[in-house]
Each structure stands twice: as structure tokens, then as C-alpha cells.
T-cell receptor, first 115, second 115 residues
């Protein structure tokens, strides 16, 4: 199956700073990528759908100005958490929409801790 | 909007026994996929099994099988001959359409295999 990588795997930052998380589709050109957030002991909740070459689609309740998504190429989508606060501490997971296939492939996730 | 419900937050079973995890869903879509994903302590999401809604035959993958009851909107996972490596969080997920769509996850079931 398709391989998805994320970088960094974990990050600790101070409150008020911005953090960028990269999601790469290593062997598949993904026109669509999905960003999920998972709080401790909870399920995955979709934050936004990233579309190559166009604006991302955000789920209700997700601040688009706080969680900036850029999908500039078919293999890379980035999520930037701007002015991060402790409540943004979570596990962020991306997946690629494997264009027409019936399976998504997930990255290993990024653990964000905001102090 | 779709909803996915997993009513068993935690389950445990002796090694080599069989266990069934429950999942119900609600949708007005006619074309969709259902999935079971496994999330071990590493938190990497791993696809266990998928079911196309238009297929009447229940999907099987080695020790894993599903009982798909479309009219009842039920999608349970049976794990036979359970192994210690099956210990993980299990998420039921829904995807509408024929692919490249977002996933809606249930709240998960924490499964522990007891040696």
C-alpha cells in the first residue's frame, strides 16, 4: 500500500509559537489528504481535507486561521498550528485519499505538546 | 451526516479465544465502505478489514471476519484465535461513496488479550 510519512514525530513548543507539521505521500500522488486530531483516549476527529492546488475544506468548529493547511504538491501537505496554546496539545495524524481506491493510508502521527 | 457508534469501550479475552467487537452506524448514503482499523500503542493506524456496502458477502482476512447486516446498519468484527499482538484500540469507520472521501470514526474499543 501507499506509504505516508510525517515530520516531526513529536514536538514541544512554547505557548504562542507556531508549529508546522509535514505529511508526505512517498509513493503515491495524493490530490487529497486528510488531517485528523486525536486527543488522549479519544477517537480520531477530522479537522480538514487538504486539496492539492486549492483551499482546504475545514470541518465545523475548526478555526481555519489557526490551523493553516497548504497542499502545494501532490506529495506534500503541511499543517501549521499558529499561536499554539496548551489546549492544542494533541496527536495529529494525516492520511492520503488514495484517489479512487477504497483505502486510506495513515501517517505515523505527530505528538504536539504546547507548554 | 454519518454517525458511527461503538458501545464497548473496553473488552478483554483470553489468548486463543474468539472475541466480537460491535459497531453500528447511521447513514442515508447508498454507496459506502465500512472499515475496522487497529491502533496499537505505537498509534499507527492499521487497516484490519474493509467491507463494501454493495457486497452481501461478509469480508474475511485470515483470523478477522465481519458480520455485516446492512438493513440493521450493523458491522461487527470477529477475531478468532486471538493473539497477544491483537491488543490495541479498534476503531470502526465509515466512508461514503467509492473512495477518496473522509472517514468518520467510532469512539473505539480497547481490546486486551490476556496471556
Amino acid at each position: 500500500g501507499a506509504v505516508v510519512s510525517q515530520h516531526p514525530s513529536w514536538v514541544i513548543c512554547k505557548s504562542g509559537t507556531s508549529v508546522k507539521i509535514e505529511c508526505r505521500s512517498l509513493d503515491f500522488q495524493a490530490t487529497t489528504m486528510f488531517w485528523y486530531r486525536q486527543f488522549p483516549k479519544q477517537s480520531l476527529m477530522l479537522m480538514a481535507t487538504s486539496n492539492e492546488g486549492s483551499k482546504a475544506t475545514y470541518e465545523q468548529g475548526v478555526e481555519k486561521d489557526k490551523f493553516l493547511i497548504n497542499h502545494a504538491s501532490l506529495t506534500l501537505s503541511t499543517l501549521t498550528v499558529t499561536s499554539a496554546h496548551p489546549e492544542d496539545s494533541s496527536f495529529y495524524i494525516c492520511s492520503n485519499g488514495a484517489g479512487g481506491l477504497d483505502e486510506q493510508f495513515f501517517g505515523p502521527g505527530t505528538r504536539l505538546t504546547v507548554l | 451526516a454519518q454517525t458511527v457508534t461503538q458501545s464497548q469501550p473496553e473488552m478483554s479475552v483470553q489468548e486463543a479465544e474468539t472475541v466480537t467487537l460491535s459497531c453500528t452506524y447511521d447513514t442515508s448514503e447508498s454507496n459506502y465502505y465500512l472499515f475496522w482499523y487497529k491502533q496499537p500503542p505505537s498509534r499507527q493506524m492499521i487497516l484490519v478489514i474493509r467491507q463494501e456496502a454493495y457486497k452481501q458477502q461478509n469480508a474475511t482476512e485470515n483470523r478477522f471476519s465481519v458480520n455485516f447486516q446492512k438493513a440493521a446498519k450493523s458491522f461487527s468484527l470477529k477475531i478468532s484465535d486471538s493473539q497477544l499482538g491483537d491488543t490495541a484500540m479498534y476503531f470502526c469507520a465509515f466512508m461514503k461513496g467509492f473512495g477518496n472521501e473522509k472517514l468518520t470514526f467510532g469512539t473505539g474499543t480497547r481490546l486486551t488479550i490476556i496471556p
